[in-house]
């Protein structure tokens, strides 16, 4: 499922941000980046922009890496600047934080997101 975090939207067939794998279960379910983002996982769901983007910095992960959709992961996503603002969008800075997750495999998150001043 790929996430928009600009609007905010899931199940978005361009624009995407980030992308949610599931897995039966969900024991092995994941999100990725895409490849027009920056991004890192954080130890903290209540982080502002400024800490986040300070985070990103100094050890953004690439879009290949498998972040695991357990309880309690967050992620800092630096959305991209062209694709944005080609949409008429704003830029965001925006924490995913994973609230949830159910015994089905139902993976619940919470998005705090601002807008990054140009």
């Known amino acids: 499922m790929d996430i928009d975090l600009d609007k905010?939207?899931?199940r978005v067939s361009d624009g995407e941000e980030i992308r949610f794998t599931a897995r039966c279960g969900g024991n092995s379910s994941y999100?990725?980046?895409?490849?027009s983002t920056d991004?890192?996982?954080v130890d903290s769901a209540s982080l502002g922009?400024?800490?986040?983007?300070?985070?990103?910095?100094?050890?953004?992960?690439?879009?290949?890496?498998?972040?695991?959709?357990?309880k309690g992961v967050a992620i800092c996503v630096r959305?991209?600047?062209?694709?944005?603002?080609?949409r008429g969008d704003t830029w965001k800075m925006a924490l995913l934080h994973v609230?949830?997750?159910?015994?089905?495999?139902?993976v619940v998150v919470s998005v705090r997101a601002?807008?990054?001043p140009l």
């Open 114 to 116: 601002w807008d990054i």
């Open 99 to 106: 609230t949830d997750v159910n015994d089905d495999g139902t």
């Open 8 to 10: 905010p939207e899931v």
């Open 31 to 35: 999100f990725n980046l895409t490849r």
């Open 49 to 70: 922009a400024a800490d986040c983007n300070d985070r990103i910095l100094t050890g953004a992960i690439g879009p290949d890496i498998n972040v695991p959709a357990r």
């Open 39 to 41: 991004g890192t996982q």
């Open 79 to 86: 959305t991209s600047l062209p694709d944005a603002q080609e």
